[in-house]
Protein backbone atom coordinates (compact mmCIF):
# COMPACT_ATOMS: atom_id res chain seq x y z
CA UNK A 1 0.00 0.00 0.00
CA UNK A 2 2.92 2.44 0.62
CA UNK A 3 4.14 1.45 -2.69
CA UNK A 4 0.74 2.26 -4.12
CA UNK A 5 0.38 5.76 -2.10
CA UNK A 6 3.89 6.52 -3.56
CA UNK A 7 3.08 6.04 -6.87
CA UNK A 8 0.05 8.08 -6.41
CA UNK A 9 1.80 11.01 -5.40
CA UNK A 10 4.29 11.35 -8.18
CA UNK A 11 1.34 10.93 -10.48
CA UNK A 12 -0.46 14.13 -8.99
CA UNK A 13 2.97 15.95 -9.11
CA UNK A 14 3.20 15.11 -12.55
CA UNK A 15 0.25 16.35 -13.37
CA UNK A 16 0.72 19.49 -10.88
CA UNK A 17 3.75 20.26 -12.86
CA UNK A 18 2.84 19.92 -16.15
CA UNK A 19 -0.39 22.10 -15.18
CA UNK A 20 1.81 24.73 -14.04
CA UNK A 21 3.93 24.54 -16.83
CA UNK A 22 0.97 25.26 -18.88
CA UNK A 23 -0.31 27.79 -17.14
CA UNK A 24 3.28 29.55 -17.04
CA UNK A 25 3.49 29.24 -20.26
CA UNK A 26 0.27 30.28 -21.76
CA UNK A 27 0.72 33.17 -19.13
CA UNK A 28 4.86 34.06 -21.26
CA UNK A 29 4.26 33.59 -24.78
CA UNK A 30 4.41 36.68 -26.89
CA UNK A 31 1.62 38.56 -28.48
CA UNK A 32 0.54 36.71 -31.45
CA UNK A 33 1.78 33.11 -29.75
CA UNK A 34 -1.13 32.24 -27.82
CA UNK A 35 -2.92 30.94 -30.36
CA UNK A 36 -0.02 28.99 -31.89
CA UNK A 37 0.59 27.49 -28.33
CA UNK A 38 -3.40 26.64 -27.60
CA UNK A 39 -3.71 24.88 -31.22
CA UNK A 40 -0.39 23.28 -30.24
CA UNK A 41 -1.79 21.99 -27.10
CA UNK A 42 -5.07 20.54 -28.47
CA UNK A 43 -3.50 18.94 -31.43
CA UNK A 44 -2.55 15.83 -29.28
CA UNK A 45 -5.87 15.77 -27.98
CA UNK A 46 -8.12 16.32 -31.27
CA UNK A 47 -7.65 12.67 -31.83
CA UNK A 48 -7.91 9.62 -30.33
CA UNK A 49 -5.17 7.95 -32.76
CA UNK A 50 -2.62 10.46 -30.36
CA UNK A 51 -4.77 10.35 -27.46
CA UNK A 52 -4.50 6.19 -27.25
CA UNK A 53 -0.95 5.81 -27.97
CA UNK A 54 0.23 8.88 -25.56
CA UNK A 55 -1.83 7.22 -22.73
CA UNK A 56 -0.20 3.80 -23.45
CA UNK A 57 3.04 4.85 -22.91
CA UNK A 58 2.30 6.12 -19.52
CA UNK A 59 0.38 3.11 -18.85
CA UNK A 60 3.69 0.63 -20.00
CA UNK A 61 5.87 2.73 -18.31
CA UNK A 62 3.79 2.31 -14.78
CA UNK A 63 3.37 -1.36 -16.07
CA UNK A 64 6.96 -1.98 -16.16
CA UNK A 65 7.85 0.43 -13.47
CA UNK A 66 11.27 2.16 -12.33
CA UNK A 67 12.69 3.36 -14.02
CA UNK A 68 10.79 2.55 -17.17
CA UNK A 69 8.22 4.59 -15.34
CA UNK A 70 9.98 7.66 -16.01
CA UNK A 71 12.16 7.18 -18.94
CA UNK A 72 9.32 5.99 -21.60
CA UNK A 73 7.40 9.30 -20.94
CA UNK A 74 10.91 11.46 -20.79
CA UNK A 75 11.74 9.67 -24.17
CA UNK A 76 8.60 10.27 -25.80
CA UNK A 77 8.05 14.00 -25.62
CA UNK A 78 12.19 14.42 -26.81
CA UNK A 79 12.04 12.48 -30.00
CA UNK A 80 8.22 14.09 -30.82
CA UNK A 81 10.10 17.24 -30.79
CA UNK A 82 12.20 16.04 -33.14
CA UNK A 83 10.06 14.42 -35.32
CA UNK A 84 8.18 18.01 -35.22
CA UNK A 85 10.90 19.89 -36.35
CA UNK A 86 11.24 17.70 -39.52
CA UNK A 87 7.74 18.39 -40.18
CA UNK A 88 7.90 22.13 -39.54
CA UNK A 89 11.01 22.24 -42.00
CA UNK A 90 8.98 20.07 -44.48
CA UNK A 91 11.01 17.09 -44.48
CA UNK A 92 8.95 14.52 -45.36
CA UNK A 93 8.70 11.19 -43.22
CA UNK A 94 6.75 7.79 -45.66
CA UNK A 95 3.95 5.95 -43.69
CA UNK A 96 3.19 8.88 -40.67
CA UNK A 97 -0.66 7.80 -40.52
CA UNK A 98 0.25 4.15 -40.68
CA UNK A 99 3.09 4.76 -37.83
CA UNK A 100 0.53 6.43 -35.78
CA UNK A 101 -1.84 3.20 -36.10
CA UNK A 102 0.44 0.89 -35.49
CA UNK A 103 1.99 2.84 -32.17
CA UNK A 104 -1.48 1.77 -30.12
CA UNK A 105 -1.30 -1.25 -32.07
CA UNK A 106 2.49 -2.14 -30.19
CA UNK A 107 1.70 -0.46 -27.33
CA UNK A 108 -1.72 -2.11 -26.55
CA UNK A 109 -0.77 -5.38 -27.26
CA UNK A 110 2.55 -4.87 -25.20
CA UNK A 111 0.33 -3.70 -22.26
CA UNK A 112 -2.14 -6.37 -22.62
CA UNK A 113 0.68 -9.51 -22.51
CA UNK A 114 2.56 -7.59 -20.09
CA UNK A 115 5.81 -7.69 -22.51
CA UNK A 116 8.81 -6.70 -20.65
CA UNK A 117 11.52 -6.57 -23.30
CA UNK A 118 14.90 -4.72 -21.92
CA UNK A 119 14.68 -1.26 -21.29
CA UNK A 120 16.80 0.14 -24.43
CA UNK A 121 14.00 -1.84 -26.60
CA UNK A 122 11.22 -0.23 -24.75
CA UNK A 123 12.86 3.36 -25.45
CA UNK A 124 12.84 2.70 -28.94
CA UNK A 125 9.80 1.39 -29.57
CA UNK A 126 8.48 4.79 -27.75
CA UNK A 127 11.31 6.72 -30.00
CA UNK A 128 10.57 5.42 -33.38
CA UNK A 129 6.86 5.97 -32.81
CA UNK A 130 6.86 9.32 -31.19
CA UNK A 131 8.77 10.67 -34.57
CA UNK A 132 5.98 9.80 -36.27
CA UNK A 133 3.13 11.63 -33.88
CA UNK A 134 6.01 14.31 -33.68
CA UNK A 135 6.02 15.00 -36.87
CA UNK A 136 2.49 14.65 -37.56
CA UNK A 137 1.88 17.90 -35.39
CA UNK A 138 4.62 19.87 -37.39
CA UNK A 139 3.12 19.84 -40.43
CA UNK A 140 -0.23 20.93 -38.80
CA UNK A 141 1.48 24.19 -38.12
CA UNK A 142 -0.99 26.96 -39.32
CA UNK A 143 1.10 29.97 -41.71
CA UNK A 144 2.26 32.78 -39.78
CA UNK A 145 1.52 30.84 -36.42
CA UNK A 146 4.40 30.52 -33.52
CA UNK A 147 6.39 27.93 -34.40
CA UNK A 148 8.04 27.61 -30.55
CA UNK A 149 4.63 28.43 -29.16
CA UNK A 150 3.30 25.72 -30.91
CA UNK A 151 5.60 22.88 -30.28
CA UNK A 152 5.54 23.54 -26.29
CA UNK A 153 1.89 22.97 -26.46
CA UNK A 154 2.00 20.08 -28.24
CA UNK A 155 5.00 18.93 -25.82
CA UNK A 156 3.30 19.67 -22.78
CA UNK A 157 -0.46 18.10 -24.18
CA UNK A 158 1.84 15.18 -24.56
CA UNK A 159 3.08 15.83 -21.48
CA UNK A 160 0.00 15.55 -19.71
CA UNK A 161 -1.11 12.54 -21.41
CA UNK A 162 1.89 10.48 -20.14
CA UNK A 163 0.73 11.79 -16.69
CA UNK A 164 -2.70 9.92 -17.26
CA UNK A 165 -1.76 6.82 -18.05
CA UNK A 166 0.45 6.86 -15.10
CA UNK A 167 -1.89 7.34 -13.06
CA UNK A 168 -4.22 4.73 -14.82
CA UNK A 169 -1.36 1.94 -13.88
CA UNK A 170 -1.67 2.33 -10.13
CA UNK A 171 -4.85 0.14 -10.65
CA UNK A 172 -2.20 -2.40 -11.44
CA UNK A 173 -1.17 -2.96 -7.72
CA UNK A 174 -4.44 -5.41 -7.13
CA UNK A 175 -5.19 -8.11 -9.16
CA UNK A 176 -8.50 -6.90 -10.29
CA UNK A 177 -6.94 -3.57 -11.41
CA UNK A 178 -4.34 -5.55 -13.66
CA UNK A 179 -6.95 -7.38 -15.39
CA UNK A 180 -8.28 -3.88 -16.09
CA UNK A 181 -5.00 -2.57 -17.40
CA UNK A 182 -4.43 -5.70 -19.86
CA UNK A 183 -8.09 -5.06 -20.76
CA UNK A 184 -7.39 -1.15 -21.69
CA UNK A 185 -3.81 -2.36 -23.39
CA UNK A 186 -6.21 -4.82 -25.74
CA UNK A 187 -8.68 -2.15 -26.18
CA UNK A 188 -6.20 0.33 -27.40
CA UNK A 189 -4.61 -2.78 -29.67
CA UNK A 190 -8.11 -3.33 -30.98
CA UNK A 191 -8.76 0.37 -31.81
CA UNK A 192 -5.25 0.79 -33.35
CA UNK A 193 -6.03 -2.10 -35.70
CA UNK A 194 -9.12 -0.19 -37.17
CA UNK A 195 -7.10 3.16 -37.31
CA UNK A 196 -4.64 1.28 -39.19
CA UNK A 197 -7.07 -0.40 -41.53
CA UNK A 198 -7.77 3.04 -42.38
CA UNK A 199 -4.80 4.38 -42.98
CA UNK A 200 -3.83 1.70 -45.41
CA UNK A 201 -8.01 2.64 -46.97
CA UNK A 202 -8.29 -1.52 -46.27
Keep these: MRATAKTIT ?6 TVMMT ?5 LAHVAEGGADGFLTGFNHPLSGWDHILAMVAVGLWGAQLGPPAIWLLPITFPLMM ?6 GLIGVPLPGVEIGIALSAVVLGVSIARQARPPLWMCMAIV ?5 FHGHAHGTELQPGADALAYSLGFVIATGLL ?10 RRWKVGEWGVQGMGAGVSIAGLVLLMEAVNW
Excluded: K, N, P
Design 21 to 25: MYASA
Design 10 to 15: RSLVAL
Design 127 to 131: AVFAL
Design 81 to 86: AIGGFL
Design 162 to 171: HAVGITIGVL
